[in-house]
């Protein structure tokens, strides 16, 4: 145990220290079009969009058509924001952005000083009507409260229907990721396809093994946002019938994190009815994230740090009675 606290320590201050500039993944994006009221296009609008967990902003301008595009945009909430001279500036709130996916948005700006501000709170969830893929979000909050044997993130891949376990499931012992889960991934099939024809992402980047064709370790809960498992009518940017698209947790304007530990010990079970001696199973799971704040120095250099590990011993006992012919 000492020698894992240690191994961590130095990954993280080597982290602080030779770490170079992170640039954050984008996996989403918003376009539509600028009108007033008469449905006129407008050009030249200002959109300004701002995630508001982190205050980063992008910015875009209408074109002569009215149109405007914002891509690279990480999952998440945002506001909106469309400003032009002569017209009351437009606010738009409440809209939250999963992975791979490209919301419209259309703006209708009125006559009036710019001072002036017509906000919108947009609570209904948003339609993605460019994109035809067949598919389903696995968001945040049941990646963290659904139950996990050995905190597989993986697992969750067959609540998207048509996805199915094809492996028999193995657990690695004393094994140690950075970043990363302790253990195996499942072998999947989704939409009846072969198991390594799904295409695997992490932040934007390929996460495939290419020794088996399925996907390296996947973060552990605490470090993922949310992933997206499209199984059919997938584009071609996949290359592959099926694909699941992961974002990890970043960081905001404050610093957070968190410790995990789960504890399996056989002084908390009963011995087994037929064995001589009480069994030995000791199986610790344990990690934990911490990500900086974006305004600091060590957050603009590095977005966070995220580490997990297992240990895990276990011996059974059971007497065997030999019958003995007589003589």
Known sequence: MRRIIVFVTSISLISLFTCVTVWAQATAEISGSVKDQSSAVLPGVEITVTQTDTGISRTAVSNETGSYVVPNLAPGPYRLEAALPGFRTYVRTGIVLQVNTSPVLNVVLEVGQVSEQIEVQANA???????????????????????????????????????????????????????????????????????????YSLDGANHVNYMT???????????????????????????????????????????????????????????????????????????????????????????????????????????????????
Not at 145 to 164: M, Q
Not at 249 to 266: C, I
């Open 125 to 199: 969830a948003l339609v993605d009507t460019r994109n035809s893929t067949v598919g389903s979000v696995i968001e945040n909050e049941r990646v963290l409260e659904l139950p996990l044997n050995g905190r597989n993130v993986t697992d969750l891949i067959v609540l998207a229907g048509g996805a199915v376990d094809q492996s028999a499931g193995s657990q690695s012992i004393n094994v140690m990721a950075i970043g990363g889960a302790a253990g195996t991934s499942p072998v999947l099939s989704i939409a009846g396809g072969a198991s390594w024809g799904a295409g």
């Open 213 to 327: 064709g399925t996907t390296m370790n996947m973060p552990f809960p605490d470090a993922m946002q949310e992933f997206k498992v499209e199984t059919s009518g997938v584009n071609a940017q996949h290359g592959n019938s099926s694909a699941i698209s992961a974002v990890t947790k970043s960081g905001t304007n404050q610093f957070h994190g968190n410790l995990f530990e789960f504890v399996r010990n056989d002084l908390f079970n009963a011995r087994y009815y037929f064995a001589t001696q009480h069994g030995t199973y000791k199986r610790n799971q344990f990690g934990g994230t911490a990500l900086y704040p974006h305004g600091c120095d060590v957050g603009r250099r590095l977005d966070g740090i995220r580490f997990t590990g297992v240990q895990f011993e276990s011996a059974d006992y059971l007497e065997v009675s030999v019958l003995q012919q007589p003589d």
